[in-house]
């Protein structure tokens, strides 16, 4: 099982990023699919997370009504759409699958058990 995060990048504040998710050996639609962001001395948390039957979506307050979690089953991919960005953005971000059929919100970490590598999103002001 492999996640490959992608998209991240240096941009402005205000910019916008797609990071995309690309799953290889699980059927990506099958299972809750979230992300999750750790800045630098930070911890990890929760960014947001779409469910396997993508009917519901959660978001933490940080980044609601900028950020956008989404599917294309056909690709076995999960995107996340960031906008205006901010530099309390940054951060590294990771994408992981939870293959329970419950979809708990707010998510935790604890609760997914594929992870992607991480890619880099950094905003400056």
């Known amino acids: 099982v492999q996640l490959q995060a992608s998209g991240g990048g240096l941009v402005q504040a205000g910019d916008s990023l797609r990071l995309s998710c690309a799953a290889s050996g699980i059927i990506i639609s099958t299972y809750n699919t979230g992300w999750f962001r750790q800045a630098p001395g930070k911890e990890r948390e929760f960014v947001g997370a779409i469910s396997w039957s993508s009917t519901r979506t959660s978001y933490a307050d940080s980044v609601k009504g900028r950020f956008i979690i989404s599917r294309d089953n056909a690709k076995n991919t999960v995107y996340l759409q960031m906008n205006s960005l901010k530099p309390e953005d940054t951060a590294v971000y990771y994408c992981?699958?939870?293959?329970?059929?419950?979809?708990?919100?707010?998510?935790?970490?604890?609760?997914?058990?594929?992870w992607g590598q991480g890619t880099q999103v950094t905003v400056s002001s």
């Open positions: 992981a699958a939870d293959p329970s059929r419950a979809f708990r919100v707010p998510g935790h970490s604890y609760e997914y058990q594929f």
